[in-house]
């Protein structure tokens, strides 16, 4: 049986594995709710718009405009925008670990993501991810946003590595699925604990574990 390849590369998503998602359905609800909007309007006028403003081909300033401020408001864009970058929140143990193996194992990061530029480079910055991510294959930087396979495509393309030495780490089935049927050896990321089980049976332990088996 042919042995698998060396993993040397972890490709993985931002939202909903490294911090929150930054403005899912549920902050966007929230947002409706905190300034007295109407929700279905809100959301239509959103996913009608979103790929567009996720692809970097709208500023923050003109996804505001058409999505809140196509009518006079009480509240300002600039209160709006704090309340956006509010809702992104850290998941600590899942950036100590994949900080942890990248010192461990030598492993390229690369994210690859689907985040509008300004939300993104704050993301980037309030959680320090570059200290530890060294390419960011963000849909507002390509203009290709998942689940086009092209954006991973890229990524490869960014990191110089092949398809069979990458593990993906990913919140969302399909995209899993999608990177899969690019020979991209993936994980669907539900809680913590069950990704370390699953990067450990690839090889990929964490300190904890690499404490143990040193013992």
């Not at 196509?70 to 900080?99: D, G």
């Not at 020979?183 to 089980?197: E, F, N, V």
Request: charged fraction near 25%.
């Amino acid at each position: 049986m042919k042995k698998p390849a060396k993993i040397t590369t972890l490709f993985l998503d931002i939202g909903g594995v490294l911090l929150t998602d930054g403005w899912d359905h549920c902050a966007r609800k929230r947002a409706a709710q905190y300034f007295k909007l109407d929700w279905a309007e809100l959301e239509n006028r959103h996913h009608v718009t979103s790929d567009t403003y996720e692809e970097g081909k709208l500023t923050l300033r003109e996804y505001l405009s058409r999505v809140v401020f196509h009518q006079k408001r009480a509240f300002t864009r600039a209160q709006f925008w704090r309340f956006m970058v509010a809702q992104s929140k850290s998941c600590p143990e899942m950036i100590e670990l994949v900080a942890g193996l990248r010192a461990r194992y030598g492993l390229k990061i690369v994210v690859v993501s689907n985040e509008a530029r300004e939300l993104n480079a704050y993301r980037i910055r309030k959680f320090n991810l570059g200290r530890f991510v060294d390419s960011f294959v963000s849909s507002c930087f390509v203009h290709v946003r998942k689940p086009d396979a092209d954006i991973f495509r890229l990524a490869l393309d960014i990191s110089q590595t092949p398809a069979r030495q990458v593990v993906y780490i990913e919140n969302t089935p399909m995209f899993v699925q999608i990177a899969e049927g690019l020979g991209i050896r993936s994980i669907l990321h539900t809680d913590y604990r069950s990704t370390c089980a699953k990067l450990a049976a690839l090889g990929l332990h964490d300190d904890a574990e690499a404490k143990n088996e040193t013992n």
